[in-house]
C-alpha cells in the first residue's frame, strides 16, 4: 500500500483563522421535519413501547419523504432513545412519541448546520474518531480509506470538488473506529458536516488541500499513530470549518 510521509502538511494550516458568525435564523433541517411527521405516525396509529413501526420503504411512502431523510430521522430519534433499529428485524419504538427528548439530543437534532457549534461538535467526535480508527482499523478499512482517497483523487482529476470520496474516507474512518455511541452521534449531524464540507471544498485550492490531509491522516492510521491521527484530524476539520464560514 503506497503512503506519503509522516509529516505535517504546510497546505493543512497555511490559512488564517477567521471568526464564525452565528446566523441570527435557525432554518430546520429536512429530516427534523421528518422527525415531526414521525411522531404524528406514531401518535395517529397509537403505538407504543415494543410495537414495530412499518418497514422503512413502506413509512418514507406513507410519510412521502425520501428514504434518505428517513434514515437521517430515524437515526436522531435512535439518538433520543425513541426508536430501536434492529438489523433484519425492524424498527421497534422503545417509549412514548410524546415523551421529553433529553436536551443534548435534542440540540444535536435541531442545531443549524452552520452554527459554530455544531462544527466545534463535529471536529471533536470526528478526531476522536481517527483516534479510534488508529486503534481499531481493520484491513478493510484500510482499503475502504485508501479507496476514498483515490475516489476524491479521480473527482478532483476530473474537474470536480471530491465531496464524495471526501465524505467516503470521514465514514470509513468512523467505521473503524469500531464506536456504536460515537457513530450514532456522528450521523445525527451527518446533514450539517456534509454542508460544511461542501461549502469548504468550493474554495478554490481546497479539494486538493483536503485530500493532502486525508492522506496524511490515512498515514497515522496506518502505522497506528493514535494521538497523531486526532491531531491531524482535528487540524484537517478546523480549517475546513473556518473556510465555510467564507463560503
Same mark, same amino acid.
Given at each position: 500500500m503506497p503512503t506519503s510521509n509522516l509529516r505535517r502538511s504546510g497546505s493543512v494550516t497555511d490559512i488564517e483563522p477567521t471568526l464564525a458568525t452565528t446566523p441570527r435564523y435557525r432554518r430546520v433541517p429536512v429530516y427534523a421535519s421528518v422527525q415531526a411527521k414521525l411522531r404524528e405516525f406514531v401518535r395517529a396509529e397509537n403505538l407504543g413501547p415494543g410495537d414495530r413501526l412499518p418497514p422503512e420503504r413502506q413509512l418514507a411512502r406513507q410519510l412521502a419523504v425520501s428514504r434518505t431523510s428517513l434514515r437521517?430521522? %430515524?437515526?436522531? +430519534?435512535?439518538? &433520543?432513545?425513541?426508536?430501536?433499529?434492529?438489523?433484519?428485524?425492524?424498527?421497534? +419504538? %422503545?417509549?412514548?412519541?410524546d415523551d421529553t427528548i =433529553? =436536551?443534548?439530543?435534542?440540540?444535536?437534532?435541531?442545531?443549524? =448546520?452552520?452554527?459554530?457549534? %455544531?462544527? &466545534?461538535?463535529?471536529?471533536?467526535l470526528e478526531a476522536l474518531a481517527a483516534w479510534g480508527a488508529a486503534l481499531r482499523r481493520s484491513d478493510d478499512d484500510l482499503a475502504a480509506m485508501v479507496?476514498?482517497?483515490?475516489?476524491?483523487?479521480? &473527482?478532483i482529476a476530473e474537474g470536480g470538488t471530491g465531496l464524495r470520496g471526501d465524505r467516503a474516507f470521514h465514514r470509513a474512518v468512523l467505521s473503524a473506529a469500531c464506536n456504536e455511541i460515537l457513530t450514532m452521534l456522528l450521523d445525527a449531524i451527518e446533514e450539517g458536516s456534509e454542508r460544511i464540507a461542501r461549502a469548504s471544498l468550493s474554495r478554490p485550492g481546497q479539494p486538493e488541500r483536503s485530500v493532502a490531509a486525508h492522506r496524511l491522516i490515512l498515514d497515522a492510521i496506518l502505522v497506528r499513530e493514535a494521538h497523531l491521527a486526532r491531531r491531524l484530524m482535528s487540524d484537517h476539520l478546523e480549517l475546513t470549518g473556518e473556510i465555510s464560514t467564507q463560503a
Open positions: 437521517q430521522a %430515524l437515526t436522531a +430519534l435512535r439518538v &433520543e432513545g425513541l426508536v430501536d433499529i434492529r438489523h433484519g428485524h425492524g424498527i421497534f +419504538l %422503545l417509549r412514548s412519541a =433529553p =436536551p443534548i439530543a435534542a440540540d444535536l437534532a435541531t442545531a443549524h =448546520p452552520e452554527l459554530p457549534a %455544531l462544527g &466545534e461538535v463535529r471536529n471533536a479507496a476514498s482517497v483515490r475516489e476524491m483523487e479521480q &473527482e
